[in-house]
């Protein structure tokens, strides 16, 4: 049975967080009094199933089920987690509370406040330790920072459970070691907002100077190392010392005006929307958003390659899905296998997969054959352990055919059948499926490898066992269609 969450709020955090925990394999309920809620929650949904898939290399859980409800009860009730993402009132946050605490008593809350102390959110409530700050970053579907911030009401228990339920879902809780007004990312933004408001206010820079500075530069490499590893490369061999020491003395000097703040008035909210509008105005906000989605996920899936900073969050939340995927389907052919083509791999078309002709590339293909037959592989028990032991499957032949088309952004999977197999070799037809439409087939002949003899041997027993026995669920399927053609073969 599927892990439920409330979300209360369904602005573009809400949204955000329904779609993080919706395309995670939780069920969502959703309150919010918006008339407005469900479709503005489609088009959060609509974008992050395009862009949240696309960082996983492997099968998403089966997306759990939105429902949207008339009162805050009703959308709580069996959840074991809620996602509070209501304004920025105080007093709209106890009320919700309140009601949340009555209908669901014990019910753990996150607060997506942005500057609220858990101690503030925990005033007047009964039960104060089930209440938290899980504050997220926009776009919640994407980036995995959650700060986590409690109070000295909040049990080490409390805390845990909270970090368990981000990582779940693929996040990246950060717990706050001790109170603060706006937590860690807000109150560093606010700084560099603030001295980016006087910059804009003095006429230094426009608001697209500003951002150009950011992202041609430092912003880039504040996104995969941050401030202080950033600077510990500044000082070159001698380190961080060598660059506190060169660069100390500048903190003394009158650089920015971080202790003085800009009058907020009309002239200011004008002078920073119009140069706004000249700037991103000939795009929609939807059309914005997916831009800003296709940027993110390539340079996530970058990171998550060289498995760093954000990436590696990326690959380990893979893995464990991975390792439970694949202990599921190893149970199942311990107690019998099912006589179906098993479904190894599911994916999406990325930009760096397609060609000169607006398709998927050739070599894409063979990679998705390949994950789908390594992914079988640890299935059966022949992982990378495995390989480290000195085994491994070797492919020997491989044909291709392709038969359809993949885009970009198509989902797609691979469906692996065991056509033969003995206790030195196995032969595998892999569909590659775009919905039910197979868009290629690959046929496969691996050999099992001593690898320090350099010849085929006999697998492992427990391998042989595994792979024997969804070999013979699979003897009675037919024959594929393709199965054993030569190259330029006619059909018969």
């Not at 987690?81 to 304004?87: I, T, W």
């Not at 831009?291 to 380990?316: H, P, Q, T, Y």
Request: hydrophobic residues 40%.
């Amino acid at each position: 049975m599927a892990r439920k969450a409330a979300i209360i709020g369904g602005g573009v955090i809400g949204g955000g967080w329904a779609a993080r925990f919706l395309l995670n394999g939780w069920d969502v309920g959703v309150f919010d009094p918006d008339p407005q809620a469900e479709r503005k929650i489609a088009e959060v949904m609509a974008n992050a199933r395009a862009a949240l898939p696309a960082l996983s290399d492997v099968p998403m859980p089966k997306e759990g089920k939105l429902t949207f409800h008339g009162t805050i009860g009703e959308a709580v009730e069996g959840a074991e987690y809620v996602q509070e993402s209501v304004s920025e009132r105080i007093e709209l946050k106890h009320k919700v509370y309140a009601q949340l605490q009555q209908a669901n008593p014990g019910v753990l809350i996150g607060s997506s406040t942005s500057g609220f102390k858990a101690s503030d959110l925990q005033k007047g409530s009964p039960a104060p330790e089930n209440i938290i700050v899980a504050h997220p970053f926009n776009p919640v579907y994407l980036l995995p920072l959650s700060e986590i911030s409690g109070s000295d009401k909040n049990t080490a228990a409390t805390v845990e459970k909270t970090v368990e339920i981000m990582k779940d879902i693929g996040m990246f809780p950060l717990v706050i070691r001790h109170e603060i007004d706006a937590f860690i990312g807000n109150r560093f933004l606010e700084a560099v907002w603030r001295e980016a408001l006087w910059m804009l206010k003095d006429g230094i820079a426009t608001t697209e100077e500003i951002d150009e500075a950011i992202r041609m530069g430092f912003g880039l490499r504040w996104g995969q190392m941050g401030l202080f590893e950033t600077y510990r490369i500044a000082g070159g061999e001698a380190g961080m010392r060598h660059f506190m020491a060169q660069f100390g003395p500048a903190l003394k000097w009158p650089w920015t005006k971080l202790m003085d703040v800009p009058e907020f008035n009309d002239e200011l909210v004008e002078l920073v929307s119009s140069q706004s509008d000249a700037q991103s105005g000939k795009y929609g906000i939807r059309e914005l958003e997916r831009i800003r989605d296709r940027n993110l996920v390539g340079f996530l899936r970058s990171l998550k390659e060289r498995d760093w900073g954000a990436g590696k969050v990326l690959k380990e939340h893979d893995e464990r899905r991975a390792a439970a995927f694949h202990a599921e389907v190893a149970k199942g052919l311990d107690t019998g296998a099912k006589a179906e083509p098993l479904v190894m791999y599911q994916g999406q078309v990325l930009p760096g997969w397609i060609d000169y002709n607006g398709h998927m590339t050739e070599s894409r293909y063979y990679f998705c054959n390949s994950e789908t037959v390594d992914n079988f592989l640890r299935m059966i028990g022949a992982g990378m352990d495995y390989v480290a032991a000195g085994h491994s499957y070797y492919s020997a032949e491989t044909h291709i055919r392709h038969l359809g088309e993949a885009k970009l952004g198509d989902h797609i999977r691979g469906e692996l059948q065991i056509l033969s197999a003995d206790e030195k070799r196995f032969r595998s037809f892999v569909r590659i499926m775009k919905g039910e439409e197979c868009v290629a087939t690959v046929e496969q002949l691996c050999l099992h490898v001593d690898m320090k003899a350099g010849k085929t041997v006999a697998a492992a027993p427990e391998v042989r066992a595994r792979l024997q026995a969804v070999a013979k669920a699979h003897a009675g399927l037919p024959l594929p269609e393709g199965a054993g053609r030569a190259v330029g073969q006619k059909k018969e």
